[in-house]
């Protein structure tokens, strides 16, 4: 990898590094909390909620797994945000590719409407976007919610990927058109490759958006025995109690799959840094 | 500023890829048939997305003309419009929204900050790269219920201020101090986001340019504004772009855990009015009136700070 | 009283609905055989146990589902967990769609009657007699118009207001509890005893949301004007801005001023104050009924209980502040809408409600014919002896509109905080009843 700007010196490096790490630390602490709460019984986290528990046990869990379907959940969840997710992706990156680089008669309004879509404070849409999706009969099923998710996930992604692309040298796409290749070929053989950083980063950032939504999951998906993940975990608590270890360990369950997927992308996020251009 | 290399690529309205502004060779070879391939290639996103939202919208806008519960409704002209500009409530949480805007351009740098130095490979950089974007993860509540811990009247930081001889601050009392802390709590959670859309920015420059920066003897600082600075103005009007929006269209469920919108009003939210009013039983109309209107009120923001940003925005 | 739908994060803004492949269209007249499935749309209220999750074993309303299919075979009852948050809208959403839930299971009050227009009326299928064994109706009729259309059926007798205390530390400092204080002045006075004699915070108090101002007002005026106060509000017949709800804000202040509360009284959260009082942070907690059981739980026998007290001088010393929570409706658009009915009716009787009550020892029966005896917890027994000889007051935010009672909960805290004025507070309400009543 080329020298991207030169190393600091150690004792710039030093300081820097214990500064980062302070932050690091607020914000490691409360997944270390919310874990460590998890794991405890009420009455323990009642008497003395921010100490070490006395002894660990696993009964939150086990409530949870007793009373909510989470294999079917999981299941759900994985089906939709994974198809939703690929759809967007992929009709994002063309859109955005085609916004970026082809100054073709319409791609003004194109693009201002997708953003335009964005300014819009989402909650007034909610209740006539039931409203058709009732009509068509697409309340209540897997691929109504996915419509939803696709739809809306699009207008951001396209805003995104229109800089990403923005970003690839014309001289490499028109040194590749002089070569003969069309649009797919330099779709797929040069602009992908070069926005790979910027379309992980879009990639995570929807996976989040979609596994955390709780709307559009309950309003799309009303019946217990069709809940994603996220929404089936999010209600507990009740009307009366506050039991935070049964809500830790939800948001433990809930938590982790997004948790891994990160730790997972960060390596595709250097990926995206060793294909680049120029770089050897 | 004196390397050719650097000085090519630069200046803020830089011919190559920073401004993506396409030069003459390239536009001038691109015939009918490309320009159809371009329609049909950004066709399939457009009509996904017509065909979800073009209905609710025409929708939301014909009901801010209507009183409605849903289910009867009368209309009532730009009565609900009027009522919004003239209610002294949305005008107060108005400018509660404005002052929330302070938290952008202080996420803004310390997401570049921090983006700039992973870029540079700091120890520890693979690990903080994740670390910082945690509080993305975590559900706002959880987020919210750890600030308002942390400034509570007999939290870590009031313990902080008595062992420093100072007196503790009922922080959550006072709007411009709950205005604080939830700023603070925005700052915390928001640096991570704007951080890894920076350094995805960072991750697609032209390593070449460095090293040809380094021969001609080009500084940091030079490099700095010569090189990152230019390469990442589309990241960075997306960042401040997504922040403002975000500021106005989803911030009470996130307040709401702190400050409960109080003492009063003087957290609360435009998003909160409008889900209070798109909700509430008799008044659907005025939900959609008022969301039209912020919609106004962001597009000239998102309007000025694109022309201000970048330089070929629209097309 | 908390109410979910503002209790909840309301980032997760929402709207709801139903699948339309209902299991049978039981039209016809052999409907008996027909196999139909009815769908309940439950916000947590019925199918959550104490722990706080949702319990598919032991909770009530998936009980009386099995019971209810037993005797009836061709029946489904299927129940879905709607989030509280989201519940209202939801609904609506569905409702305007006409794919809604065949019976809803709500909040009684202001709640209910929001949704008056998808809620089929309720007193045709139910005869007078019927009707006079099931109490706190007048909480569900439509305009709370004693002869309005009954929009649902109310569930239990509520919760009410009360005040908790650990015997052991009024013991330690030599307070007889043998008969608790009878007005909010010897309640305060009390309170200034137990901090004069070393305890720190005498009142465990978390009023961030103004959860506190709600229970307190709702008795220190029910206390004054009766049990028909605040209808008489929300009717016109009476005016917010008034004497007595001036006289109970003013009284209400003083529990902040006294200094008989935490330092943070006014700063923490809801969230806070059953943790912090099982935790040992108060001597006392103003609280209602639903936290009968984890108190009862953590202090068991220490644990000690009366209803807020009222104003010296009041007309209504005696009056519970408080009252029916949950409701149970049918929906106009659905499609089963004779079994559905017929499922409402059993969870009517008697024997349904007193399970009801066993499971959840958070209220009493609302039946006339109710066992006592399925009351074990002695909190709740203490409360339903009340319940039974006193009167009660309905509070002022299971009666006014939702946005009113937004700026409701919002003033409490700000009259908590000294900075709104009692005087100022009930112009403002005032003006907001005359502007969101429908």
């Not at chain 2, 399939?44 to 801010?64: E, Q, T």
């Not at chain 2, 790269?129 to 870590?156: D, E, Q, W």
């Not at chain 3, 809620?119 to 305009?143: Q, S």
């Amino acid at each position: 990898m080329a020298a991207r700007m030169r190393k600091f010196k150690w004792r710039t490096n030093t300081i820097v590094f214990l500064a980062l790490l302070s932050v690091a630390i607020t914000t490691l602490y409360p997944l270390f909390y919310v874990a460590m709460t998890s794991a405890r019984t009420l009455e323990d986290y009642v008497k003395n909620a921010y100490g070490l528990p006395k002894f660990f046990t696993l009964e939150s869990y086990r409530i949870l797994i007793d009373n909510y379907s989470l294999g079917t959940a999981a299941r759900n969840t994985v089906i939709v945000v994974g198809a939703s997710l690929a759809t967007a992706l992929i009709f994002s990156s063309l859109a955005g590719f085609a916004l970026a680089k082809y100054d073709f008669p319409g791609s003004k309004v194109i693009n201002w409407s997708f953003i335009a879509v964005m300014l819009l404070p989402s909650q007034i849409l909610i209740i006539p976007i039931y409203l058709l999706l009732s009509k068509f009969s697409l309340v209540g099923h897997l691929h109504g919610l996915m419509f939803v998710y696709i739809g809306t996930n699009i207008p951001f992604g396209v805003f995104f990927l229109k800089s990403t692309f923005s970003a690839v040298p014309d001289t490499i796409l028109d040194a590749a058109r002089i070569d003969g290749a069309g649009f797919f070929t330099s779709f797929f053989k040069i602009a992908i490759p070069n926005a790979a950083a910027g379309i992980t980063t879009l990639a995570v950032l929807q996976f989040l958006g979609m596994w955390n939504e709780l709307l559009y999951a309950y309003l799309i998906l009303p019946d217990q025995g069709m809940r994603l993940l996220t929404p089936a975990l999010a209600s507990i608590g009740g009307r009366y109690t506050t039991n935070q270890p049964l809500v830790a360990a939800a948001l433990c369950i809930t938590a982790t799959p997004t948790l891994i997927l990160l730790a997972m992308s960060s390596k595709y996020l250097v990926r995206g840094v060793s294909t680049g251009i120029g770089s050897s | 500023m004196t390397s050719p290399a650097v000085v090519e690529v630069g200046p803020v309205k830089g011919p190559t890829f920073a401004g993506g502004r396409k030069n003459s060779s390239s536009r001038g070879s691109l015939t009918r048939q490309k320009q159809r391939i371009g329609f049909f290639a950004a066709l399939p996103a457009f009509i996904v997305v017509a065909s979800l939202l073009f209905y609710p919208i025409c929708y939301a806008v014909w009901i801010s003309f209507l009183k409605t519960d849903g289910v009867t409704s009368k209309f009532i002209g730009l009565k609900n419009y009027v009522d919004i500009f003239a209610a002294p409530l949305v005008h107060q949480v108005f400018v509660t929204n404005l002052k929330f805007l302070v938290a952008i351009p202080i996420v803004i740098f310390l997401g570049l900050f921090s983006a700039v130095l992973l870029y540079q490979e700091i120890w520890g950089w693979r690990f903080f790269r994740i670390i910082f974007f945690l509080p993305s993860v975590l559900s706002t509540s959880v987020i919210g219920l750890m600030f308002r811990s942390a400034f509570t009247l007999n939290g870590p930081i009031n313990s902080a201020l008595i062992s420093m001889g100072l007196t503790p601050i009922n922080f959550f009392a006072r709007a411009n101090m709950a205005i604080f802390v939830v700023v603070l709590a925005l700052i915390w959670a928001g640096f991570g986001y704007a951080m890894m859309i920076l350094l995805s920015g960072l991750m697609s420059i032209d390593t070449d340019l460095f090293a040809a920066a380094e021969v001609d003897g080009a500084g940091w600082w030079q490099r700095f504004f010569y090189i990152i600075m230019p390469s990442i103005r589309q990241q960075l009007a997306f960042v401040s772009i997504i922040n403002t929006l975000y500021t106005f269209t989803s911030l009470f469920g996130f307040i709401f855990v702190m400050t409960a919108g109080g003492p009063l009003y003087s957290t609360t939210t435009l998003d909160y009015l409008v889900y209070q009013k798109a909700f509430s039983a008799f008044d659907m109309g005025q939900g959609s009136a008022l969301a039209i209107v912020i919609f106004g009120v962001i597009s000239v923001l998102t309007i000025a700070q694109s022309k201000y940003l970048k330089n070929d925005d629209g097309r | 009283m908390i109410k979910g739908r503002i209790g909840k994060a309301i980032s997760v803004i929402c709207a709801g609905a139903l699948v339309f492949g209902l299991g049978g269209y039981a039209t016809s007249a052999n409907a008996a055989t027909k196999k139909v499935t009815i769908k309940v749309w439950d916000p947590g209220l019925m199918g959550h146990l104490l722990n706080g999750a949702l319990d598919t074993q032991t909770s009530f309303i998936y009980k009386a589902k099995k019971a209810y299919e037993k005797l009836n075979p061709n029946v489904t009852i299927e129940i879905s967990e709607i989030d509280g948050g989201v519940s209202d809208t939801q609904f609506k959403a569905a409702s305007i769609a006409k794919n809604g839930p065949d019976i809803k299971i709500g909040f009684a009050g202001g709640n209910t009657l929001s949704f008056a227009a998808f809620l089929e009326p309720l007193d045709k299928y139910f005869t007078k007699a019927e009707l006079a064994l099931i109490k706190g109706t007048g909480t569900v009729r439509a305009g709370y118009d004693p002869t309005g259309p009954l929009l649902a059926m109310p569930y239990g007798a509520g919760s009410y207001f009360y005040v908790f205390y650990d015997k052991r530390i009024m013991a330690a400092h030599n307070i007889s509890m043998a008969n608790p204080p009878k007005t909010w002045e010897s309640f305060l006075a009390l309170a200034k005893k137990l901090k004069d004699a070393g305890v720190e915070n005498p009142i465990w108090e978390t009023n961030l949301e103004g959860y506190t101002g709600a229970w307190v007002i709702a008795s220190l005026v029910g206390g004054q004007l009766g049990p028909n106060a605040f209808y008489d509000m929300y009717t016109g017949k009476t005016k917010i801005d008034s004497a007595a709800m001036i006289k109970a804000y003013e009284g209400y202040q003083k529990l902040y001023t006294s200094g008989v509360t935490n330092a943070d009284a006014t700063t923490a959260g809801q969230g806070d104050r059953l943790n912090g009082f099982l935790a040992g942070k108060g001597a006392m907690i103003i609280d209602g009924g639903w936290d009968n059981d984890p108190i009862f739980k953590a202090l068991g026998e220490n644990a000690g209980t009366f209803a807020i007290p009222q104003l010296s001088g009041s007309k209504y010393p005696k009056i519970l502040a408080g009252g029916t929570n949950v409701a149970v409706s049918v929906t106009k658009y659905s499609k089963n809408k004779a079994e559905a009915i017929k499922f409402v009716k059993y969870l009517m009787l008697a024997k349904t409600i007193d399970t009801y009550v066993k499971i959840t020892q958070t209220e009493p029966s609302n039946h006339v014919n109710a066992d006592a005896s399925v009351i074990v917890n002695p909190l709740l027994q203490a409360q339903a002896k009340d319940v039974a000889k006193n009167p009660q007051v309905y509070p002022f935010d299971n009666i006014m509109p939702g946005p009113t009672n937004d700026l409701f909960y919002k003033l409490n805290a700000s009259v908590a905080l000294g900075q709104t004025t009692p005087a100022d507070a009930v112009k403002q309400l005032q003006a907001s009843l005359a502007e969101n009543k429908q």
